[in-house]
């Protein structure tokens, strides 16, 4: 035994069960994380059934059951609920019963001994809105104009029909609004500066003025048809309406254009449903948030996420390597170094709120304040650059990050063997051609380490981002088709603040839940992505320049 413990084996043996458990909890943690967000997706069957309320009434109730669990009778109890004498434990389902404008909640629990009956009607639908969320009930009829429609067709195919007819008159709504609109606002917001910059140059002869007001004029025009383009859309869209009988009998009246889809969960066969899903989970990746951000996509979050980390990397990655080949190969080694490289090695520990707080006075207040009394003075009081977005986000993130590069990048330097530079040297090559061409490109495996470690920290942060620049809801992205195309003054979503405003600031937390843990599995996922395709990289470089020497 004591040989055995000489040779070493037990510690591998330690090193390798404690990758492994570590593996283990990483696999699970992400299944867990996928198993609770990716099901929120599936199409759920509803359910019909006859409830005893504590007045001793049975009232219908209709929804989805979402979640389940076995209390003890005395923790029902003390909810006033009354039960019978043998029973210990009791089944408590989570009933999701949509409706909230008219029951004023979403969800509720209720007990298993007090369901009287239970049954899944084929013909109960869903109703998918774009605001209060789900409509559990039955269809009873359509409208057109106020006026009941009398049709050989059933009425589910006159739905779908009018459903058809409102998504195309919505996507036409939402070019003319967003796309049309909005460049000829921007456009007319960019005259409005050029005339205020005219105006602080003290320019009074109107000849000079005289472009931008037949300018604005022809904009004008363009503005007034979308204008009465978009009045007939919405009176067109506001057409259709739908008559359904909800969970308590009532028959009320929903308007077309407020439906994003209606489907009945009970006849869908499996293809159906795998169909029903994989359109919902495409809608999530894809589309943009409702519902202050309960319902809908995050396309808008993964963007700003992406762009963030692309602009931060551009920033880290050059200023990282300069101040550690600096810090190796031309400063002098000496007390002053030393303190430097103590000093880069704090900062890496240095909370990130500090770096948040740090970006919010220099770069906003300071910098961002002076770029607009030097180059915006025409849009002031308004800020440009003084104000938090994508830029001083992604700088500030480069600050908090610069140390992992360094402390990787001298690591690399550092295993460079010395006979290298001293055969290069040799040949007649002088030290910066040494470093440019010889050094540095066998150091590109260890930069990529740096750079893997600090996106990963860079994704995942969001407490500095608070104040320099990430939104709940960003009302544009950080590019479109207005020049310049990239807009870094502007605010932008991130994946880290979406699962803390979803997840901690939502009013309605069950119908938040699912979503949380959707969008963390995405941020896994990305960050996932980013660093196998800088490990990629890095190895490629690491076997180039292992066959090199």
């Known amino acids: 035994m004591r040989e055995w413990f000489r040779s070493g084996s037990p510690w591998v043996w330690l090193n390798a069960g404690a990758v492994s458990v570590c ?31 504590e007045d001793g009434n049975a009232h219908r109730l209709i929804g989805e059951i979402v979640d389940h669990e076995q209390v003890p009778r005395e923790r029902v109890e003390d909810l006033g609920a009354s039960l019978p004498e043998d029973v210990i434990v009791v089944d408590r389902y989570l009933l999701k019963i949509g409706n909230r404008e008219f029951f004023g909640i979403d969800f509720r629990w209720i007990t298993g001994p007090s369901i009287i009956n239970q049954a899944h009607p084929g013909h109960i639908m869903a109703i998918e809105r774009h605001e209060w969320g789900n409509l559990y009930g039955y269809l009873v009829g359509l409208k057109e104009n106020g006026e009941v429609i009398h049709s050989d067709k059933p009425n589910w195919d006159l739905l779908q029909g009018r459903l058809s ?29 050029k005339e205020r910059g005219l105006e602080l140059e003290g320019i009074v002869d109107r000849a000079a003025y005289r ?20 009045a007939e859309l919405y009176e067109a869209i506001d057409r259709d309406s739908v008559v359904v009988e909800i969970a308590d009998e009532r028959e009320v009246e929903v308007p077309v254009a407020q439906i994003v889809r209606a489907y009945q969960p009970n006849r869908m066969g ?43 990397s551009v920033f880290v990655t050059p200023f990282g390597v300069v101040a550690a080949v600096y810090l190796r190969e031309y400063a002098k080694q000496g007390l002053l170094t ?57 700088l500030t993130l480069a600050i908090l990050t610069v140390p992992v590069v360094i402390v990787a990048t001298e690591e690399g330097l550092s295993r460079i063997p010395r006979a290298i530079r001293e055969g290069s040297l040799a040949l007649g090559a002088t030290k910066a051609e040494t470093l440019w061409r010889t050094v540095l490109p066998m150091t590109a495996p260890a930069m990529i380490t740096g750079l893997i470690l600090a996106v990963a920290r860079a994704a995942g942060e969001v407490a500095p981002l608070m104040m320099v620049g990430v939104v709940k809801l960003a009302p544009s992205l950080a590019t479109d088709s207005n020049f310049p195309y990239l807009h870094l003054d502007r605010k932008f979503m991130h994946l880290g603040f979406h699962i803390y405003d979803v997840g901690f600031q939502s009013p309605n937390v069950e119908a938040a839940r699912p979503l949380v843990y959707a969008t963390a599995l995405l941020l896994i996922l990305l960050i996932i992505v980013l660093n196998l395709t800088a490990i990629y990289i890095r190895n490629r470089l690491r076997e180039k320049y292992n066959a090199a020497e």
Not at 290 to 307: K, S
Request: hydrophobic share 50%; proline share 4%; glycine share 8%.
């Open 23 to 53: 593996l283990v909890m990483v696999v699970g943690l992400i299944l867990l994380i996928a198993f609770r967000g990716l099901g929120h997706f599936w199409p759920s069957d509803i359910t019909q059934l006859y409830y005893l309320e």
């Open 165 to 193: 007819r409102k998504h195309t008159l919505s996507k036409e709504i939402r070019h003319v609004e967003k796309d049309l609109v909005g460049a000829i606002n921007y456009r007319m917001e960019k005259l409005r500066l």
């Open 211 to 230: 472009h931008i007001d037949t300018e604005r004029a022809h904009l004008q025009d363009q503005y007034d048809q979308l204008t009465q383009r978009l």
């Open 270 to 312: 499996l293809f159906d449903k795998l169909r029903f899903y994989f359109t919902k989970l495409w809608e999530f990746v894809a589309e943009e948030p409702r519902e202050a951000n309960t319902e809908g996509g995050i396309l808008p979050a993964i963007f700003g996420t992406v762009l963030m980390v692309m602009i931060m």
């Open 338 to 394: 030393r303190l430097i490289r103590i000093a880069v090695n704090n900062l890496a520990g240095v909370p990130s709120i500090v770096y948040g707080v740090f970006g919010l006075g220099f770069f906003v207040y300071i910098l961002g304040g002076n770029i607009d009394q030097l180059f915006f003075r025409e849009a002031l009081p308004a800020p440009t650059f003084g104000t938090p977005g994508l830029i001083w986000a992604s």
